[in-house]
C-alpha cells in the first residue's frame, strides 16, 4: 500500500520528497514528468521554483481535480493528462527536453478512503480496485476465473503460501452467490492465522489490484518509454512499495548499467555500452523523521539512474525476464 499517506490522521504525505529535491535540483529550473500525480505534492513542490515546467499523468480522473487547482495557479508551466504511463512516448512531451521522470507506485490517499474503489480491505460492497482506465474489475476476476487462475495470481502477484486454499474456498462460496468485498475479506480472515504487523487480506487483495490494473506491463513499459523520451544525462527516479515493483526496477537499472555486460540481444558493437549510470547501488529509504510523521512509509524504498546512451536493443530482454508476471497478466484474456 502506498506511503503517500499517514493512516493515523488521514494527512498527506509525499513520500521522500526531500529526497527526490535534492537528486533533481529544481532550483536551476528545468523540465520533469511527474507519473503518478495523485494529488500533485511532488508536482506542487517543483513548480514551487521559478522557471520549472511539469507535465504531469495520472489514470485516475479523480486527480484532475487536484490538477485543476495546479493548472490555475501554473497556467503556462503545468500540463496534466488522465492517462496512463505506459504511453507517455505517445504524447506531444515526446521530444521535450526531459531533466528527470518520477514514478511513485502504489495507491493515492484518495484511492484508498473511496470506499466505492474497493481498493482496501475496509472497502464495502461490490468488488472494484480499478485505478483508472481499465478493462475489466476484480468482481470478474473473483466471480468468474477459475480456480487455477485464481491460484496463480494469488501466488504470483501475493507471493501468498495459502493461494490454494483460499482460491478452493472462493470457488466454492460464489457457487451459492456472487462474492462482494466483505464476502473475500471473510475468507482470507477465516483460512489465515493472524500475524503481527499487516492485516491478513494484505496479499491477496494486492494481489489482484496488480491484475486488475495490469501493474507489470505498466511498470515494464513506464521505464521503457521513460528511456525512450528521457535526455541523455536526465534521471529516472522511481518509489516502489512491494518486492515485485523494487526486483524489475532493480534489474532494470542494475542490469543495463553493467559495463562488461554480455547479452544476445545487443549487437557486438554494443557490448559494453551502458545505458544508465546508476546513482545508488542500494535503494534509499526514509528517514526516520519522515517514518514518525508517516508510518505507512516504512515499505517505500527509492532507486534511480541516470541515462548516459540512446539505445533500442534492450526492450526483449527486459521484457523476456519478467515474461513469467506477464503471463500471469494474460490471464485476464479469459474475462
Ligand atoms: C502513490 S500515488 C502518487 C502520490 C503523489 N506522488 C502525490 O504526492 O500526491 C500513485 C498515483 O499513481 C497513479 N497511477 C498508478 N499507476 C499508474 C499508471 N500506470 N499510469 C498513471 N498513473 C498511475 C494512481 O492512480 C495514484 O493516483
Keep these: ?62 486527480a484532475s481535480t487536484f490538477a485543476y487547482n495546479i493548472k490555475k495557479k501554473y497556467k503556462e508551466r503545468f500540463y496534466f493528462k488522465n492517462k496512463k504511463f505506459s504511453q507517455i512516448n505517445k504524447t506531444d512531451i515526446s521530444n521535450n527536453n526531459i531533466d528527470a521522470i518520477i514514478f511513485d507506485l502504489g495507491l493515492s490517499y484518495t484511492q484508498i478512503f473511496d470506499s466505492k474503489s474497493g481498493i482496501s480491505f475496509k472497502s464495502k460492497g461490490k468488488l472494484n480496485m480499478k485505478m483508472g482506465i481499465n478493462e475489466f474489475s476484480a468482481n470478474e476476476v473473483v466471480n468468474l476465473l477459475e480456480k487455477k487462475d485464481l491460484e496463480k495470481i494469488f501466488y504470483k502477484f501475493g507471493e501468498e503460501k495459502l493461494s490454494r486454499l483460499i482460491a478452493n474456498k472462493i470457488i466454492m462460496q460464489r457457487s451459492q452467490r456472487n462474492l462482494n468485498t466483505e464476502d473475500l475479506v471473510r475468507i482470507i480472515e477465516n483460512t489465515k492465522r493472524y500475524k503481527k504487523g499487516t492485516h491478513k487480506a494484505t496479499k491477496i487483495f494486492q494481489s489482484i489490484r496488480m491484475f486488475v490494473n495490469k501493474e507489470i506491463s505498466e511498470l ?81 524504498k527509492l532507486r534511480y539512474a541516470e541515462k548516459i546512451n540512446e539505445s533500442d536493443v534492450f526492450q526483449d530482454e527486459f521484457i523476456n525476464k519478467f515474461k513469467n508476471l506477464i503471463d500471469i497478466e494474460n490471464i485476464s484474456k479469459k474475462l
Design 220 to 300: 515494464l513499459f513506464g521505464l521503457i518509454n521513460s528511456f525512450k523520451i528521457i535526455k541523455p544525462g536526465g534521471k529516472i527516479i522511481i518509489v516502489t512499495f512491494h518486492s515485485i515493483e523494487d526486483r524489475i526496477v532493480k534489474y532494470f537499472f542494475k542490469n543495463f548499467s553493467e559495463q562488461n555486460r554480455n547479452s544476445r540481444y545487443f549487437p557486438d558493437i554494443q557490448n559494453n555500452k551502458k545505458l544508465f549510470i546508476l546513482k545508488n547501488k542500494k535503494p534509499i529509504y526514509p528517514s526516520n523523521s519522515e517514518l514518525k510523521k508517516n508510518p505507512s512509509s516504512r515499505s517505500a
Design 1 to 62: 500500500m502506498s506511503a503517500t499517506i499517514s493512516l493515523g490522521s488521514k494527512k498527506h504525505y509525499p513520500v521522500l520528497l526531500k529526497e527526490i529535491i535534492s537528486i533533481i535540483s529544481p532550483q536551476n529550473g528545468g523540465t520533469y514528468i511527474d507519473c503518478t500525480f495523485g494529488q500533485g505534492g511532488y508536482s506542487k513542490k517543483i513548480l514551487s521554483y521559478p522557471n520549472t515546467k511539469v507535465y504531469a499523468f495520472d489514470r485516475d480522473d479523480k
